[in-house]
């Protein structure tokens, strides 16, 4: 059963840079595309941008500029900068897995880290 | 402002059949068979309960059923119990460079 497991620091003043890891467990980490998703509060899911054992990335056009989404295969572990942070930027951070059925990636998230709680403030 | 539309909330009964819409573009939810649905219990992570508009990954109860008319994908349930009272997400492949995009949330209430 894989699991993903995912940490990091949960208060951070504004300008400065979020970073959290995700390690995967009982599983896999090659022939998936790892994600990072947020939740702010009390509102609805933003996917933020993924990556794969080969370091092929994909990001949302709304953060591109600010993301960066890298993968320690050694570890089988997957990471997410995300700089500048502002009070918008404060939300519940998840990491996913994106659903793969005989080798093909599909549009949906089949395995979720626990979530991180991240909160910009001043 | 969340890219695809949902309900904010709906309600039924135990032993009832809900509905809950997600309306996009004709370049998400209506030019693709991408539709997934997660369910979201307060505080826990989400579960994905339907992918590729219809389909149900292994343990998903059958219950669960999704479908979809042009631009608007549906998730509906069947026999609601109260273990469903969550708030239920859709999302969909996207044409944009987003890649996917998310509906707002629907919280659904068993009476």
């Known amino acids: 059963q894989v699991q993903l497991q995912q940490w990091g620091a949960g208060l951070l003043k504004p300008s400065e840079t979020l970073s959290l890891t995700c390690a995967v467990y009982?599983?896999?980490?090659?022939?998936?595309?790892w994600s990072w998703i947020r939740q702010p509060p009390g509102k609805g899911l933003e996917w933020i941008g993924e990556i794969n054992q080969r370091r092929s990335s994909n990001y949302n056009p709304s953060l591109k500029s600010r993301v960066t989404i890298s993968v320690d295969t050694s570890k089988n572990q997957f990471s997410l900068k995300l700089s500048s942070v502002t009070a918008a930027d404060t939300a519940v951070y998840y990491c996913?897995?994106?659903?793969?059925?005989?080798?093909?990636?599909?549009?949906?998230?089949?395995?979720w880290g626990q979530g991180t709680t991240v909160t910009v403030f001043s | 402002q969340s890219a695809l539309t949902q309900p904010a909330s709906v309600s039924g009964s135990p032993g009832q059949s809900i509905t809950i819409s997600c309306t996009g573009t004709s370049s998400d939810v209506g030019g693709y068979n991408y539709v997934s649905w997660y369910q979201q219990h307060p505080g826990k992570a989400p579960k994905l309960m339907i992918y590729?508009?219809?389909n149900r990954p292994s343990g998903v109860s059958n219950r669960f059923s999704g479908s979809k008319s042009g631009n608007t994908a549906s998730l509906t349930i069947s026999g609601l119990q109260a273990e469903d009272e969550a708030d239920y997400h859709c999302s969909s492949y996207t044409s944009s460079s987003t890649l996917e995009v998310f509906g707002g949330g629907t919280k659904l209430t068993v009476l």
């Open positions: 996913a897995r994106r659903l793969t059925i005989f080798g093909v990636a599909k549009y949906g998230m089949d395995v």
């Open positions: 590729d508009v219809s």
């Open positions: 009982g599983g896999s980490f090659s022939g998936y595309y």
